[in-house]
Structure formats: structure tokens, C-alpha cells
């Protein structure tokens, strides 16, 4: 007689790169397995909805292809060869190299290159005090948030706003360069809420009729880059018609008269020439949120990953600020909570020990960082070792032409600690398998709503994974430094982080498993003021002071406009370029994750470019049929998709692939750009200008 299995259920955390950090139910089975996961209902953000891929995260954690020994290459960089070797070997092999690499070079010649695999608090963040004991090279993280996070705070001077779960009692909510059928499926749902209980309007705003667009009641699909002119536009009509909050203009921001006067030539038939949207469509998006105060701007990171991003984000959260949206439940703009949370990290980061005078080197210059580039190296000296966790950049960093050149090089010396052979891993001269989410301890927080929450282990890890947190301890003791980090569990950091940021104790976050630490109404909506010392919102932003963690201005920031408005920096279509591109995310993929699993690779197909069947007929181009997309960093092979819903002169390319699913193994990162977006850097992925031709 067979026994039927034993399934219990347990909370969890999807600890994946992703505003909506979903508090999680998990089924394992007898003990040792996962079964299904879905949402938790009892956590009113995620309101028991998460994505399909994490439902079906039992095919990632038993993935037959998972790294389960550690691994040393035999044959030469990128070749696949690697033996089995022991954790042993392994650690002993790289401390003896990296301290080899510090006495000759000194220690910043060690890369210590991590992102947000995790999200974890602890196992995240943990290799920063590794780096700081070390004295290692400092990471400036450019690759995601730099752009719209500056964006954001350059009007409120603080990153947060009203509690998002305030999306369900709007009149309109505004969803704004986010995919977020695709990046963030709760906002859908508490969109959807809105319009089913009170009749709101959803208004979504991309370059391409996306799956956000088609469930939207207004769809406006503007050029990539030109999101501040429609901005200019709306407030120009908001100005015009009445219907901006002067009362609260005048005691909450700091120049609405000057906003006012420079916004008197920046009108619809201006905007409409610039973005490609018709007159009319700027006229409605404006009446609609001018004549319901209780609108709610949901602004994504899209649109703030072109050149003139940050710019982009500030003009459009200027929008609401106009109507005084603010003041009402349901009204105001949202872009991330990662403001509310002021966690005390020195236990876990290391920050005790931090030296400020070590260099800073720029993420997402990776390429140029490996290649040996002074300015990206600071000036210093080059970069011989890498110790890698939670990112795989031989697949997401821009100017992959350098990122692979670099990791091929025979004088580097890389660790890469993944959970599967990633194109990274596969560079490494060391791989150590890592344990998954549900196979380790950790504090998690969301960036879209405002949940603390804990994510414990679930079950035994398969082979022999070892969590981030094992791993950076175990190199410590061998490299011979101490901090009291190193001697503590995960469990213990987290206590002490809670304990010392004022959020209680882990035992009790593990009884409740989230913490809701929504601030009270007038902080969240800024009725007492906004982030800056005179409390006033800022139309006119000191763009290289506003406060936003950061090593420095950059790019052209000394001409950044005054006041919101177009600004012309981005990487515009010419004659021998002429189409845009942007890179928009995969629905099935996040990121390079997922790329492994059967079901996400099924339902993507392949790589594809969506451009417009006009397009398409004058270059002679029919659906299916392979192509080249192409610009000065390099060419990359795609397969055309016709799409009626892209405008004319633009592509997409949603991503990312491995390199490895193109021919000739150069994916779409091949020709994304790595210089600098001003005022603090940042990646712009989806601001390239391309050629298209027949492969
Ligand atoms: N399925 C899936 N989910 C993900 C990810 C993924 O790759 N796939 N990535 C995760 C990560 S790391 C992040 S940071 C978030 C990001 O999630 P989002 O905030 O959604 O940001 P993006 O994914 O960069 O792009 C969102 C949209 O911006 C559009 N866009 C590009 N340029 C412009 C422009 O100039 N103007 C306007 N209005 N729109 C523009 C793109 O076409 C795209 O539809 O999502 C996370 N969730
Ligand atoms: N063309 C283009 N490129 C982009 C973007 C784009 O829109 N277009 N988006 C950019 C953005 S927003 C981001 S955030 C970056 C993200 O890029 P990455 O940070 O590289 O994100 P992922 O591709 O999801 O890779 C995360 C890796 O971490 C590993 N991992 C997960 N958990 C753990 C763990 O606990 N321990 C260890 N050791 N490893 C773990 C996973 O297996 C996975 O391989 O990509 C950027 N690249
Ligand atoms: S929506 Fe985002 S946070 Fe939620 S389960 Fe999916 S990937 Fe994870
Ligand atoms: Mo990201």
C-alpha cells in the first residue's frame, strides 16, 4: 500500500528582484519537497496574487541542472571544463589567491560584484562586510534604480509616498513606464480593484501596446524618451483649464509661479510633435486626472532607463503635485517605499569598518571595468580578482563586447557562488553551488507596499549548497579577519537588525510573519511637509545635490533643464541608425532568472524583435524571419515579430536571453550602452539607437 504524501503549508518570501516582494504559502511534501505556491491571503498587498513563474517555482528549486558541488575550471576561461573539487579545496584555493592578489596589488584589486538575486537583507548584503573588513573595492550600484530613484527624490526629497494599497480606492490610477502585468502583477490587481468597485479609470503609459496597455481604459503609447514633454503638456492644460490646486501650490512647493510661466509654451501640439501622441489623447489624460483629484500616479523604472530618465521621473511626479492629488486618499504618486524602512545595517554590511577613501567602481561599467578602462577603474590600478553572488553580468550588463572580454581575461581570478552554470558561473575560475530561497533564513522587505517580513527554511538544501551567509563566513576566518558579523547566524542578524532599527524582535516577526509598518497618512501623503528642510516639493530641483546615495554627479548634469521639460540627451535615431530600441522585460523571465526553467522557455519561444509591419514591408522583412540589429557596440540576431502595437520607428526586444539563445552568442546587452545618465549615473537599457537589416 502506497502512502499518500504529507503536505504542510508554510509562509515564505519570493526573495526575487521585484517591487512586489509577494509574501508567500508554500506546500512542501513530506518534509523534503515543494509542491505549490501561491499567494498569502492574509498579507493585504500581496491579497493571496503572485506571477505565474513563482507559482511554479517547484521547477527552479528541483531543477535537475542546479550546481550542487563546488567546481574548478580545467580548461581555458569559458571552455565548460571543471572538476569536482571539496568546499575545503575551494575556500582554501580562493583565500590563498585573493590574499596573494592584495599583497602584490593591494586589496583593492579585489571585486567583490553582488546584486539583488536575493533580496534577502542578510544574504544580500552580507558580502559588503567581506568587502569592508577587507578594505576590498567598493560597488557603486548603477545597473537598476539610480535613474528613478533620483528622479523621485529630486521632487520629494524622500523615497516614499501613499500606502499603495490606496491604488484600490482611486479614481484613477495612472500606471506609468511599468510593465506591471509583467514586473509587478499587484499593482494590476489593486488597479483592478479600483475599477470594479468605484469605476476608476487605468491609464497606462509605455512606448509599445504592452500587456499593462491592453487592460488599460486609456492606452498612451508615447516615443521612448519623451515622457517629460507629455508631462510639460498635461500640467500646461492642468494650468489652463483650472484645474491646478493653487492653495496648495503655494504652501506646499517651492516655484509654481515660475513653473507656471515656463509651462506656457510646452502645449499639447508641442508635447503631440515630440512624443507622436495626438493633441487629443494629451487632452484627455489631462481632464480625466484634472477633474479626478483622487488620482494615483504609479511610476515605474521604464521610463526612467533612458539618458534623460531622471528628468523623465521628476516631471511626471510633478503632475500630481499640481492638482494637490496628495491631499486625498487614493491621490498622490508612488514610485518605491525603500524610504520607510531605515534599517541600521552595520552587523549585517559591515559598515563600522567601511573606509570611505576606497574606490567606488560603477556596476554597470563592468565591461569597462575588466577591460581596463582608467576612468572606470578610477584611475587605480586593474581589477585581478572578482568574488561574485547574486548576479550574473555575462548576461544583464551593458557593452557585453567588454563584459566578455574582461571575464575571459587569463590574469583574472573569479568566484562565482550561483545556484545554476549561468553565463558568469560558466567565465568563473571557482563555482559554488548556493542554496535557494527556501533552503536558507532571511528579513525581507518590499519595495512596492511596506511589509517587513521573514522567510524561513523550508527544507535541505540539495548537494552541497551553502547559503551567501556560509560562504562570506567561511572566507573571512580564512582571510584572517574579524568582525562579529561573521561569528553570528542569520537568525541572530536579523534579530539585531530588527531590534536596533526600533521593529521588534525575530521571534516576533516569525510568529506574525510580516510586519506592516505603513507610515501614518499626513508623513505618507507629505501633508506635513515633503523630505527637504523647507518642506516644500521641488519644481526646481538642485539636481547635483539632491539626496540620493551617490559617488558624485555625472554624465551632463550641468545641463540639466531648470524646470521639468524635454530633454534632448538621449540616443536619438539618425540616418544610419534608424530605429530606437528598448529592451523591455520578459513576462516569464526576471531578469536572466528563470531562463532555466521548461515552462518560462516554452512560453517565451526565443528571442525576438517586435517591430512595425510597415517597418517591416520597406525593409523587406517578413514575421518569423531571422534579422540583425546592430549599432557601434556591436550586432545582435533576433528573429522579427510584427506587431501593429509598436509605433513606427521603434523596437523591442522584451529580454533577457542568454547570450548562448542568439547566434553567435551575442545577446541583446551586446548593444545596450554603459555610459553614465546624469546627475549619479545608472543604465539606460532601453535608450538605443539601432540599424535593422536582413541576416
Ligand atoms: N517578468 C519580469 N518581472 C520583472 C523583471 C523582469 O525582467 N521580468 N525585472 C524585475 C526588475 S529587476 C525590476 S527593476 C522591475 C522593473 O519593472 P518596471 O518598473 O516595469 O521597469 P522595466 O521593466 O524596465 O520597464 C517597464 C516598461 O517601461 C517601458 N519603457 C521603456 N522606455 C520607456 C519610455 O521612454 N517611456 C515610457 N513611458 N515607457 C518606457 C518598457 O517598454 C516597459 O514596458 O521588474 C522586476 N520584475
Ligand atoms: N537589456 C537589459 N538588461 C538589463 C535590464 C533590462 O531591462 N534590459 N534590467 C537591468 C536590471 S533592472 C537589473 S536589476 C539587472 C539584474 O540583473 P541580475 O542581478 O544579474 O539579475 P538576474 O538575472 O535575476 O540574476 C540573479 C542571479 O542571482 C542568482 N541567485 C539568486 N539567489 C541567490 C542566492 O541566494 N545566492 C547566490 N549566490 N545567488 C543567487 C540567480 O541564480 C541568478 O543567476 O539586469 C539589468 N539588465
Ligand atoms: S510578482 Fe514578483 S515578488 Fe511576486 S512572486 Fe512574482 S517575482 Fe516574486
Ligand atoms: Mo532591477
Not at 116 to 143: C, F
Not at 177 to 182: E, F, Y
Not at 310 to 320: D, G, I, K, N, S
Not at 424 to 436: C, H
Amino acid at each position: 500500500m502506497t502512502e499518500l504524501p504529507r503536505i504542510t503549508h508554510h509562509s515564505s518570501v519570493c526573495p526575487h528582484d521585484c517591487p512586489s516582494a509577494c509574501s508567500l504559502e508554500v506546500e512542501v511534501i513530506d518534509g523534503r519537497s515543494i509542491g505549490r505556491v501561491r499567494g498569502n491571503k492574509r498579507q493585504s498587498y500581496t491579497d493571496g496574487v503572485i506571477c505565474a513563474k513563482v507559482a511554479r517555482y517547484s521547477e527552479r528549486i528541483h531543477h535537475p541542472d542546479r550546481l550542487l558541488h563546488p567546481l574548478r575550471r580545467t580548461g581555458p576561461k569559458g571552455s565548460g571544463a571543471f572538476e569536482r573539487i571539496s568546499w575545503d579545496e575551494a575556500l582554501d584555493e580562493i583565500a590563498r589567491r585573493f590574499l596573494a592578489i592584495e599583497a602584490e596589488h593591494g586589496s583593492e584589486a579585489v571585486w567583490p560584484y553582488y546584486y539583488a538575486g536575493t533580496m534577502g537583507l542578510v544574504m544580500r548584503d552580507g558580502i559588503n562586510r567581506l568587502r569592508h573588513a577587507k578594505r576590498y573595492s567598493e560597488q557603486y550600484s548603477t545597473i537598476c534604480t539610480t535613474t528613478a530613484w533620483t528622479g523621485f527624490i529630486a521632487g520629494t526629497g524622500k523615497l516614499a509616498g501613499p500606502d499603495p494599497r490606496e491604488m484600490a480606492k482611486s479614481d484613477c490610477v495612472v500606471i506609468w513606464g511599468t510593465n506591471a502585468v509583467h514586473t509587478q502583477v499587484n499593482v494590476m490587481h489593486h488597479a483592478i480593484k479600483a475599477r470594479k468597485q468605484r469605476g476608476a479609470k487605468i491609464v497606462a503609459i509605455d512606448i509599445y501596446h504592452n500587456a499593462t496597455l491592453a487592460q488599460a481604459d486609456l492606452a498612451l503609447v508615447l516615443r521612448p524618451g519623451t515622457d517629460a514633454a507629455l508631462a510639460c503638456a498635461v500640467m500646461h492644460v492642468l494650468f489652463r483649464d483650472g484645474h491646478a490646486d493653487r492653495d496648495y501650490l503655494a504652501a506646499h512647493t517651492d516655484a509654481p509661479d515660475e513653473l507656471e510661466a515656463h509651462l506656457a509654451t510646452r502645449t499639447p501640439e508641442w508635447a503631440a510633435a515630440i512624443t507622436g501622441l495626438s493633441v487629443a489623447e494629451i487632452e484627455e489624460f489631462a481632464t480625466l486626472i484634472g477633474t479626478r483629484k483622487k488620482s494615483f500616479f504609479r511610476l515605474g523604472y521604464g521610463f526612467a532607463r533612458q539618458r534623460n530618465g531622471a528628468v523623465a521621473m521628476h516631471a511626471a511626479l510633478c503632475v500630481p503635485t499640481v492638482t494637490g492629488a496628495w491631499q486625498y486618499e487614493g491621490g498622490g504618486a508612488f514610485h518605491s517605499n525603500s524610504g520607510i524602512y531605515k534599517w541600521r545595517k552595520s552587523l549585517i554590511e559591515g559598515l563600522d569598518v567601511a573606509d570611505p577613501k576606497v574606490r567606488r567602481l560603477d556596476q554597470s561599467q563592468i565591461g569597462r571595468v575588466l577591460t581596463g578602462d582608467a576612468q572606470a577603474l578610477r584611475q587605480g590600478g586593474a581589477v585581478r580578482a572578482l568574488f561574485i553572488q547574486n548576479t550574473n553580468p555575462v548576461s544583464v550588463a551593458p557593452e557585453q563586447e567588454l563584459v566578455k572580454q574582461g571575464f575571459a581575461r587569463e590574469d583574472l581570478f573569479t568566484v562565482v557562488h550561483e545556484q545554476f552554470m549561468t553565463e558568469t558561473a560558466a567565465m568563473a575560475d571557482i563555482v559554488l553551488p548556493a542554496t535557494q530561497f527556501m533552503e536558507h533564513d532571511d528579513l525581507y522587505q518590499g519595495g512596492g507596499h511596506q511589509h517587513i517580513m521573514w522567510g524561513g527554511k523550508l527544507v535541505e538544501a540539495p548537494g552541497e549548497c551553502r547559503s551567501n551567509h556560509e560562504v562570506i563566513c567561511a572566507l573571512a576566518q580564512r582571510l584572517g579577519v574579524d568582525h562579529r558579523g561573521f561569528t553570528m547566524t542569520p537568525r541572530e542578524l536579523a534579530d539585531w537588525t530588527l531590534r536596533e532599527s526600533g521593529r521588534g524582535t525575530l521571534d516576533e516577526l516569525v510568529a506574525n510573519d510580516f510586519l506592516d509598518i505603513q507610515p501614518d497618512f499626513r508623513t505618507a501623503h507629505y501633508l506635513d511637509g515633503f523630505g527637504y528642510r523647507d518642506r516644500k516639493f521641488r519644481f526646481k530641483p538642485d539636481w547635483p545635490k539632491v539626496p540620493n546615495a551617490n559617488a558624485g554627479p555625472t554624465g551632463p548634469y550641468e545641463q540639466m533643464p531648470a524646470l521639468p521639460d524635454q530633454w534632448d540627451v538621449i540616443e536619438a535615431a539618425d540616418d544610419s541608425h534608424p530605429f530606437r530600441l528598448a529592451t523591455s522585460p520578459a513576462r516569464n523571465f526576471l531578469n536572466s532568472t528563470f531562463t532555466e526553467t521548461p515552462s518560462s522557455l516554452k512560453k517565451e519561444g526565443g528571442p525576438t524583435l517586435m517591430l512595425h509591419p510597415d517597418d517591416a514591408a520597406k525593409l523587406d522583412i517578413v514575421a518569423g524571419q531571422e534579422i540583425i540589429v546592430g549599432n557601434r557596440r556591436g550586432s545582435v540576431h533576433l528573429a522579427a515579430a510584427l506587431f501593429e502595437g509598436v509605433v513606427r520607428g521603434v523596437v523591442i526586444a522584451e529580454s533577457i536571453w542568454p547570450n548562448a539563445a542568439h547566434r553567435h552568442g551575442r545577446g541583446i546587452n551586446t548593444i545596450t550602452g554603459a555610459d553614465s545618465p546624469a546627475p549619479f549615473g545608472g543604465a539606460a537599457f532601453h535608450d538605443n539607437k539601432v540599424w535593422i537589416r536582413k541576416a
